[in-house]
């Protein structure tokens, strides 16, 4: 079969380090095209990363008959309408997370291309890790019995290269709540296999963020099935690694260094006193084994392995988690703006 062909909305940073690499690591895909709202950008960045088509208007790039697929990594405030846009041009949709600011907004985009009988998928990278499905696999297998608690470290430095839009425009989605912590909701769900009934938090600014942005969040997500999960997310912790933690009735899962775009990390499980290695399969770039799901389900095989519906529920949790950080009372997670 024909390769299938990508156009990239959004001249972004992680489409160049990682989303260009991984779509053209796989033989049954290409990149064909960027947009960007400024010409001289996209033309640029078509040159840089040698794209043969660069657009700065979005209806001519979606007119475009060669293009099977679009990645989103514009800003937050701009991926519905643009993804809506493109389901209704025909085109296979992975768009960045968090999909939307709105419930509403994120459940257009997904019902859109469902509609059209297109793919679509969320770019939450960390459940593609190795540690994290083996971690997914020991806890459904029962190695720690019924989970109590879990733990997330998920502050880290936001490289100077970054430091835009996310630190000083509330307007376009920006602060630390919608960046990370909706990855924290999503990995938390898929290791748990359970969704957040409510959360209680605390934002604060640690030096980065302006206005009514927070680059450091805390708080306490709590699971349907009693689950705890502490969660610290930041963008201004310089001096130690990321780490996730589950611990059950029969034993505990320490995963360190694993809250992370690279395929690293080491998780050990501790019970009856004694703790061991797990052994981990082969790792594979995160993103390369996004698009490789993402392309098979285009070819008509399975699913992303990061859907429209996860990308609904992570920013559920993320909206929440917002909403008490501003009231500083524990607030249930809405599913659905119905």
């Excluded at 909305?9 to 095209?33: E, L, N, Y």
Aim: hydrophobic fraction near 40%; proline fraction near 5%.
């Amino acid at each position: 079969m024909p390769p299938l062909k990508w156009a990239l909305i959004g001249a972004s940073d992680i489409a160049k380090t990682r989303m260009i690499p991984a779509i053209r690591s796989q033989q049954d895909s290409a990149i064909t095209a960027v947009l960007s709202s400024n010409p001289e950008r996209a033309k640029s960045y078509a040159l840089e990363n040698s794209i043969p088509k660069a657009y700065h208007n979005l209806d001519e790039l979606l007119q475009d008959p060669e293009i099977d697929v679009v990645y989103i990594s514009t800003t937050n405030e701009l991926h519905a309408s643009q993804a809506i846009a493109a389901a209704k041009a025909g085109k296979h949709i992975l768009s960045e997370k968090p999909l939307a600011l709105t419930l509403a907004d994120a459940e257009a985009m997904v019902r859109t291309a469902k509609e059209k009988g297109l793919v679509f998928g969320t770019n939450h990278h960390l459940r593609n890790a190795v540690t994290h499905r083996t971690m997914r696999r020991l806890i459904k297998e029962g190695a720690i019995g019924k989970p109590l608690a879990a733990r997330v470290f998920h502050a880290v430095y936001l490289p100077p290269r970054l430091q835009g839009w996310r630190l000083n425009r509330p307007e376009a989605g920006g602060g630390v709540i919608l960046d990370i912590t909706v990855h924290d909701a999503d990995t938390l769900h898929f290791l748990l296999d359970d969704d957040v009934q409510d959360v209680i938090a605390r934002s604060a600014q640690q030096g980065l963020s302006q206005g009514d942005l927070a680059d450091a969040v805390m708080g306490v997500m709590h699971f349907r099935n009693g689950t705890l999960a502490m969660f610290h997310d930041a963008y201004t912790i310089k001096h130690t690694r990321t780490g996730l933690e589950v611990h059950g009735t029969e034993g505990s899962l320490i995963a360190k260094n694993v809250m992370t775009q690279e395929p690293v990390g080491e998780v050990f499980l501790s019970r009856n006193g004694a703790s061991s290695e797990v052994p981990l399969g082969t790792p594979e770039d995160l993103y390369v084994h996004i698009i490789r799901h993402f392309n098979d389900a285009v070819r008509g095989h399975g699913q992303p392995f990061i859907t429209g519906e996860d990308g609904i529920r992570s920013l559920a949790v993320g909206l929440a988690v917002q909403e008490s950080a501003k009231t500083g009372q524990r607030v249930p997670v809405r599913y659905s703006s119905e």
